[in-house]
């Protein structure tokens, strides 16, 4: 049968495949399709969250701007009124209930939901509070008989507490201190620290010099682990003079509610509250309370001081919410989950901030989910289709196969033979037996093509191999030395072949190149070739491009590349100083190396027209001390060096230095 018809076949078998792959194709196109539209579904579920975030963190924003004003106008009212009543005549011995009378429960108190301390593990106690009578108290020190004035004058405080605190609905604490150590707090409680002295508090030691309301640091309640934000301002006397501060605190937890969050993640939320710290050992963010997660009501109640959020990237992105106008929203990991992250500043001062973490995963759920269905739903037509294709096109590889066979496997060998011919194995051939068809034909062309260029490339190398030796015979005739010293290398060379372990091939070809490494001396001119004195710079020069003439002489032999690269590298240096390509290391090839050390030696211990060769003694020593100086390969050199050696021991210093 002929190539035509098994091409016809094999084409036939080839055509069936299309119909396997549009199959494929088509079900591939449906499948990209539905993970595309799960693909945007998330992409416009993470908008919705970051724009509900967004949103969430600009009324926060705004709840908490309002109630800073309002929480502004009802400090000055609250001092306006202590001033009131400190510039009021005293009216006699008055009827209080001081912090002693609380803990002995001399006094009404109930339990209230917001009024609770938090001991150690996490439990809740109640704190009995009156929302009736406030509390007074004396720090250690001050005496009573130096307040009764005040205290006659503060005695109805209370009243003007409850006024305060029904304008304002979020005020968790209310509590003046005099300078003198009288100290009221509404609502009433007992428990003070033994050692308690009000005047000591950042909130009155910032507002001893004020003249209008300061804000205290945002911090967390010691007792509730509730998180406070305080104002205070201080009040004065009729005369001007300084009289104590009167302050307000107010819970901030209870304005952030995940009510307008989406019910599918916000359970996942975590809300916390972030104190920017900037530490001698370097910035961080400080986590001082956190929302409990299981809690609908999200507390505030975990001990988390020793909390820290760490990493260039999340301080940058708090860094930029600080200077933001706005709430922030960035994606960043967090507890190895990649988040999203809401974030705005608490304070003025910008170092407090709350913010909101939502697991990206949670966002992305229901469209993870939709891209499963449709994952799995694609899943089974994708096998139907790959299994009927994969038939289809197994039959027809079946035929093709075995209609090819005899077509493609001769085709191969000659493929594989024409590529051994190209790289320089002139010795393969086809072996296609007594096949008469074209394909036979082909292939006795290809031998006889081989045959061919074997014996011509051998032809031409034998002529340039004799006409290098007419020119190393016409070199000889210009200078007698380059003969005898391209021999002594050529010894030398071989002896230190031999010690480090070259093959024969090998050292036929080292002996060789190095006979022929001078031989691009023929192109340097004569009165710089044979000059009886020390070649200048200039014809120093010169003298060195006879490494470049060798080479371009010896390239044509493709067989026999080694010898050019002899040729043309027998000067470079170890250490990458030499010429004329600055080569270094083994970058040099090896029987380059070898010429170098050999050539080297010749040179210092041979005869030149200007000079005497030296000593193999000195020589020797030279040879030693600049062997770890970066001319030689330093195994070879040490090699050369042991071989001199274990010459003259055996008393041939002549057979060391060479015929003169």
Do not use: C
Request: a negative charge.
């Amino acid at each position: 049968m002929s190539i035509r018809w098994k091409m016809l076949f094999l084409l036939l078998g080839i055509s069936l495949l299309p119909l396997a792959v549009q199959g494929v194709f088509s079900h591939w196109t449906t499948e990209r399709l539905g993970l595309d539209l799960a693909r945007r579904g998330a992409q416009v579920l993470e908008q919705k969250t970051e724009a509900s975030l967004q949103e969430k963190a600009g009324d926060f924003a705004a709840q908490l701007e309002s109630q800073r004003h309002l929480m502004e106008v009802a400090i000055r009212l609250q001092a306006q009124e202590v001033e009131r009543l400190l510039a009021e005549p005293p009216r006699g011995k008055a009827a209080v209930a001081w912090a002693g009378d609380f803990d002995q429960e001399r006094v009404a108190m109930e339990s209230l939901p917001d009024y609770f301390r938090v001991e150690t593990g996490g439990r809740r106690v109640p704190q009995p509070v009156s929302l009736a009578r406030p509390v007074f108290y004396l720090p250690p020190g001050a005496a009573r008989d130096k307040v009764e004035d005040d205290l006659a004058r503060l005695a109805e405080v209370g009243k003007l507490y409850q006024q305060v605190r029904a304008a304002v609905p979020a005020a968790h604490w209310q509590y003046t201190a005099l300078a003198n150590g009288l100290h009221s707090a509404f609502p009433g409680h007992g428990g003070y620290p033994q050692a308690y002295d009000p005047r000591l508090r950042p909130w009155y030691v910032k507002s001893v010099d004020a003249r209008q309301p300061v804000w205290v640091d945002i911090s967390v309640d010691a007792s509730s682990r509730r998180v406070i934000l305080g104002l205070a301002m201080p009040v004065f006397r009729p005369n001007g003079r300084f009289a104590g501060v009167t302050a307000l605190d107010v819970v901030v937890d209870q304005l952030l509610r995940p009510d307008r969050l989406e019910p599918a993640w916000a359970e996942s939320t975590t809300a916390m509250m972030v104190s920017r710290v900037e530490d001698k050992d370097g910035p961080y963010l400080q986590v001082f309370a956190q929302s409990d997660a299981d809690d609908g009501q999200r507390r505030w109640d975990l001990p988390l001081n020793e909390v820290r959020l760490e990493g260039d990237g999340l301080i940058a992105a708090f860094r930029a919410a600080a200077a933001s106008k706005t709430a922030s929203v960035f994606r960043f990991p967090y507890e190895g989950e990649l988040s999203m992250w809401s974030v705005v500043p608490l304070d003025e001062a910008h170092r407090h901030f709350i913010a909101m973490v939502v697991p990206l995963g949670e966002v992305q759920s229901s469209a993870t989910q939709a891209r499963e269905y449709v994952w799995s739903h694609t899943l089974w037509q994708s096998r139907v289709t790959v299994a009927a294709g994969l038939a289809v096109a197994l039959l027809a590889g079946v035929i093709a196969f075995f209609r090819a066979r005899s077509l493609t496997r001769p085709l191969a060998e000659m493929a594989d033979t024409a590529a051994g011919i190209a790289h320089g194995d002139l010795t393969r051939r086809v072996a296609l037996g007594e096949r008469k068809d074209e394909v036979g034909e082909l292939g006795d062309a290809v031998n006889r093509m081989a045959s061919s260029i074997e014996d011509l490339l051998r032809e031409q190398e034998e002529a340039y191999l004799q006409m290098m030796e007419s020119l190393g015979k016409a070199l000889e005739a210009r200078d007698a030395y380059t003969a005898r010293h391209s021999s002594q290398v050529a010894r030398f060379s071989v002896r230190l072949g031999e010690r480090v372990g070259l093959s024969a091939k090998e050292l036929d070809i080292l002996y060789r190149g190095a006979m022929m490494h001078d031989l691009g001396k023929i192109g340097v001119r004569d009165d710089v070739l044979n000059k009886p004195e020390r070649l200048s710079e200039t014809e120093f020069a010169e003298m060195r491009r006879h490494a470049g003439y060798t080479n371009a002489i010896m390239r044509p032999l493709t067989r026999f590349r080694a010898f050019a690269e002899i040729a043309a590298w027998h000067h470079e240096r170890w250490d990458g100083t030499g010429y004329p390509d600055g080569l270094k290391g083994e970058a040099i090839p090896l029987l380059a190396r070898i010429v170098a050390v050999a050539d080297s030696w010749d040179a210092m211990t041979g005869d030149r027209v200007y000079r005497q060769g030296m000593p193999v003694e000195r020589a020797l020593a030279i040879m030693k001390k600049e062997q770890d100086g970066g001319q030689w390969d330093p195994n070879l050199i040490r090699q050369f060096i042991a071989m001199i050696e274990e010459d003259i021991r055996g008393g041939q210093p002549e057979a060391a230095r060479g015929p003169a």
